[in-house]
């Protein structure tokens, strides 16, 4: 009944074929399975839809359907549904959404989650049209921003603390070696730095500590050696004994010993704004007795993953006294986005091919200031993501002495970290890039985003190509609800 592609003309009888037009249906609400139904199959037969790779709550599946007006509706669960956001209409089985096929077609058509009586071109790009966007009232914004605010300065830093779980800490006289080696080993970004002598925390070694160190190796002039990192202490580095030929900008936080951290008792709001004002990935929570000698006792490392998990574990049965987070995510100034032709961006939106010098992506890091670049095709199609954290991958087998920034490539790198039966793109059997789509409520993102130590971003792709069409970071989820 469906044939592989579109197509017309006589079959060997003589008799004609009928043209049939590609055409690709698109479930974006979740479920365990879903299937397709309609008038094309006389309601009987049921098409099974596949998850969209990278988007676990996004199905589909393409059909190819002779011109002319379509019903179907979507099996979800076992359960009929059909799409509020597409066209419908009632009929004897009930709501069914309706799409009309014009007799030619030089593309794949998409149903996607629309408005009634807008064309199909791309997807999302009906929610990317101003007239068929559903706006969200300032009186409403105001409300779902206030109670949010009211909950996070109702709650402490005790509350990001897990039942059980381990925090490292790195003495600060430990060779910068042997501390790149044991972020990688214990497979985290970040870690704070104690003094003994001191009895106190001075600060924290970050991947952005190790990128700087290896464009300093890099550099022909430089004073630091592979052999050094022997000896090297963090102290030294921290201290500023190396000096950077070239500075960057204004980053001189990545060798500062100052140390930006939060109490136990101090709301979850006040660390949030901490995190996103100090433009940093985690906050050491620390409880200090006070007393002369005591090592102060260090409880957890808050970060902005952990404070969204509060906020959804505790609106997930009320969901609707938050009107914004039912908006869908290209409706709110969220996020970054590829700008379209003929509009102007005043910040260019970073990527690169798989084939670009890891020397360029850490620049790039650096100097557009992000914390991940997506890595794409000649067609923009994402394939995978290089962060600042997956400099620590370096560390195997000694990569980072046997490499040169401009020779190596971002893919040849980011296998390095990964078996070497994984697809590209893939760490331990899991997608490294995780997906969401424009039509995507803000609800649903955010839920994806609160998973502590795994998501911090995502990729706004179109469904089936994967273009990249912008990304969305935890700070730009907070920036926005927290905005005054």
Not at 298 to 325: D, E, M, Q, T, V
């Amino acid at each position: 009944m469906f044939s592989p592609g579109a197509g017309g003309g006589r079959d060997d009888s003589g008799a004609s074929r009928p043209v049939l037009i590609p055409m690709r249906f698109v479930w974006a609400y979740g479920g365990r399975s879903v299937y397709l139904s309609g008038t094309f199959t006389r309601w009987s037969d049921h098409i099974h839809m596949s998850p969209m790779e990278g988007c676990p709550t996004v199905f589909q599946v393409i059909c190819n359907l002779a011109p002319g007006y379509h019903q179907f509706k979507f099996i979800v669960d076992g359960e009929w549904r059909h799409d509020e956001l597409q066209p419908f209409v009632s009929g004897t089985n009930g709501i069914v959404n309706t799409v009309f096929l014009a007799r030619e077609s030089d593309m794949i058509p998409t149903i996607v989650p629309q408005a009634p009586g807008i064309s199909n071109m791309e997807l999302d790009d009906a929610f990317l049209r101003p007239d068929t966007i559903p706006r969200i009232s300032d009186a409403d914004l105001k409300v779902s921003r206030q109670r949010i605010s009211v909950f996070l300065s109702g709650q402490t830093a005790y509350e990001l603390m897990p039942e059980s779980g381990k925090v490292m800490t790195l003495d600060i006289n430990l060779p910068v070696k042997q501390a790149f080696h044991l972020l990688y080993e214990q497979a985290i970004p970040v870690a704070p730095l104690l003094d003994l002598c001191k009895c106190q925390f001075v600060g924290v070694l970050s991947a952005l500590d190790f990128i700087l160190i290896l464009r300093e190796l890099g550099n022909r002039g430089s004073s630091l050696t592979e052999e050094e990192l022997e000896t090297h202490s963090i102290a030294a580095w921290k201290e500023g004994k190396v000096q950077l030929n070239r500075q960057i900008d204004d980053r001189e936080r990545a060798v500062s010993s100052h140390l930006i951290s939060a109490g136990p008792y101090d709301s979850l709001k006040d660390v949030a704004l901490k995190i996103l004002q100090k433009n940093v990935s985690t906050v050491p929570i620390i409880h200090s007795t006070g007393q002369e000698g005591s090592f102060p006792e260090l409880l957890h490392l808050a970060c902005l993953s952990g404070i969204l998990k509060c906020i959804c574990r505790h609106f997930r049965h009320s969901y609707s006294s938050l009107p914004i987070l039912q908006q869908p995510i290209c409706s709110i100034p969220l996020g970054s986005w590829v700008p379209k032709i003929g509009e102007s961006s005043g910040r260019p939106f970073a990527m690169l091919g798989p084939n670009a010098s890891l020397g360029a992506a850490l620049s790039l890091l650096l100097q557009a200031d992000v914390s991940s670049i997506p890595i794409v095709d000649d067609n923009d199609s994402l394939l995978d993501i290089y962060s600042r954290s997956d400099i620590t991958a370096l560390a195997k087998d000694k990569a980072y002495a046997q490499i040169h920034l401009d020779e190596v490539t971002i893919q040849q790198v980011l296998q390095l970290g990964q078996d070497s039966n994984s697809p590209y793109g893939f760490f331990n059997g899991q997608q490294r890039c995780q997906m969401c789509l424009s039509s995507d409520p803000l609800q649903k993102v955010m839920e994806r985003l609160a998973n502590p130590g795994r998501v911090r971003r995502l990729v706004i792709v179109e469904a089936g190509s994967k273009r990249v069409q912008g990304i969305i970071s935890l700070g730009d989820v907070f920036r926005f609800l927290l905005a005054s």
